[in-house]
């Protein structure tokens, strides 16, 4: 059953600031850049066609942005973040996000992606398919069902009536911790809907997916989704 994540504070937010690889320059890679910086990160964002095609993004995002290759961001990263199209995972590196926390915020559009059949046939999960390609990685989902536009403008103080909520799911349960911390950086509470597996309970035409919703509202939605 979906349950309410530990809103403690991770050490790696709390007490440093980090070096977040992001891979991924679409829509939710560029805000999770901006709100990272906001926050006194430093990102490392790589996308599909090269470094120098993320010149006037660098620049938007300041001094603690570099744009690299999808490797170099990987290296550099003390976590990293994958946003990518799914037909694309097979070039997310593999090597440099070994033991590294990695976020997922994927999604499965076939009409994007291609038919996938084990996702048709509910043999896996979008995040199952991440961890396989990264089997050395503590993959944990996050903002995959928030709309870009409301990542920076929705989140308020913790103890907020009403205070919108976010899902994740993880088999690293400190993956998850990490993933509620930052959540609460972000200005939203966590709802976990379990390990990686159940993580389909909030993807795309699921009752979470992309609605405003608190953490009472998301345990329901979580729980009333039919695979």
Same mark, same amino acid.
């Given at each position: ?66 744009? &690299? *290759? /999808?490797?170099?961001?990987?290296? =550099? ?10 037909? #694309?995972? $097979? %070039? ?74 976010? &899902? *994740? /799911?993880?088999?690293?349960?400190? =993956? ?10 972000? #200005?939203? $509470? %966590? ?37």
């Amino acid at each position: 059953m979906p349950s309410r994540g530990n809103t403690a504070r991770h050490p790696a937010l709390s007490s440093r600031m980090t070096t977040v690889g992001i891979i991924g320059a679409g829509h939710i890679g560029s805000t999770l850049a901006e709100g990272l910086i906001a926050r006194g990160h430093d990102v490392v964002i790589a996308n599909s066609r090269g470094p120098e095609t993320l010149a006037d993004l660098v620049e938007k995002l300041g001094d603690r942005a570099r744009a &690299a *290759t /999808a490797a170099e961001a990987a290296d =550099a990263a003390d976590w990293a973040i994958v946003t990518v199209p799914l037909k #694309g995972l $097979d %070039t997310v590196p593999v090597e440099g996000l070994a033991g590294k926390i990695v976020l997922d915020t994927c999604n499965y559009y076939w009409e994007r992606d291609g038919r996938i059949a084990a996702l048709d046939e509910k043999r896996t999960t979008t995040s199952q398919m991440v961890q396989e390609h990264l089997p050395a990685s503590r993959v944990v989902k996050a903002f995959n069902h928030i709309m870009s536009t409301d990542i920076l403008v929705d989140g308020t103080p913790a103890g907020t009536e009403d205070r919108r909520a976010l &899902a *994740t /799911a993880g088999d690293d349960e400190e =993956a998850v911790r990490f993933v509620t911390a930052l959540y609460d950086e972000f #200005g939203y $509470d %966590t709802v976990s809907a379990g390990p990686l597996a159940e993580s389909w309970r909030v993807e795309r035409d699921q009752p979470a997916y992309v609605v405003r919703q608190n953490a009472d509202e998301l345990r329901a939605n979580l729980a009333a989704a039919v695979r």
